[in-house]
T-cell receptor, first 111, second 116 residues
Framework: AQSVTQPDIHITVSEGASLELRCNYS??????LFWYVQSPGQGLQLLLK??????LVQGIKGFEAEFKRSQSSFNLRKPSVHWSDAAEYFC?????????FGAGTRLFVKA | NAGVTQTPKFQVLKTGQSMTLQCAQD?????MSWYRQDPGMGLRLIHY???????DQGEVPNGYNVSRSTTEDFPLRLLSAAPSQTSVYFC???????????????FGPGTRLLVL
């Protein structure tokens, strides 16, 4: 069965500091991996995805993620966080007709 | 393109009442899904569809019905509302890859439902 674990419910970082959000997945075949972002009161928007090829993928807003098959992980990173990055971030795994989401990590940015 | 639209934006129901949450997309996407979002639980898949006339259950289907008579529309029906169905509901649509894998999803703005 598909499942996604995001170990951190919330994270606080200072503006300008680096960020890493963790994601571990369970999937029996080749996973299709996604990171989505949700601003308060909004729907979700795709940040980036991994289907195949280079395991380091670049997304919008300066985000990147690295797929590590041996660790079943797909962690999201950003070298320098901006106040506008404060939002909730969801990791998701697919590979068939449906996509399963993690519980999300809420990012707080302090000045 | 309007993208994915959902109506209503907000609804209050009494226990036992029924209602339909509407979802429409104008991107000619084959795949459509309904999720509910609850604090600390992320998005949980209720039902999904891979084309007109084809639907299947997700993680939490009990108490909900769906149908897909057209590519554009995917309504979610609550047959007898319960307080446990208080949540924010999101509809999403996507293409499938040539291998049938669900691609990037485009989400509607959500419907906030309160069941008293």
């Amino acid at each position: 069965a598909q499942s996604v674990t995001q170990p951190d419910i919330h994270i606080t970082v200072s503006e300008g500091a680096s960020l890493e959000l963790r994601c571990n997945y369970s999937y029996g075949a080749t996973p299709y991996l996604f990171w989505y972002v949700q601003s308060p009161g909004q729907g979700l928007q795709l940040l980036l995805k991994y289907f195949s090829g280079d395991t380091l993928v670049q997304g919008i807003k300066g985000f990147e993620a690295e797929f590590k098959r041996s660790q079943s992980s797909f962690n999201l990173r950003k070298p320098s966080v901006h106040w506008s990055d404060a939002a909730e971030y969801f990791c998701a795994v697919g590979g068939g007709f449906k996509t399963i989401f993690g519980a999300g990590t809420r990012l707080f940015v302090k000045a | 393109n309007a993208g994915v639209t959902q109506t209503p934006k907000f609804q209050v129901l009494k226990t036992g009442q029924s209602m339909t949450l509407q979802c429409a997309q104008d991107m000619n996407h084959e795949y459509m899904s309904w999720y509910r979002q609850d604090p600390g639980m992320g998005l949980r898949l209720i039902h999904y569809s891979v084309g007109a006339g084809i639907t299947d259950q997700g993680e939490v289907p009990n108490g909900y019905n769906v149908s897909r008579s057209t590519t554009e529309d995917f309504p979610l029906r609550l047959l007898s509302a319960a307080p446990s169905q208080t949540s924010v509901y999101f509809c999403a649509s996507s293409y499938g890859t040539s291998g049938g894998v669900q691609e990037t999803q485009y989400f509607g703005p959500g419907t906030r439902l309160l069941v008293l």
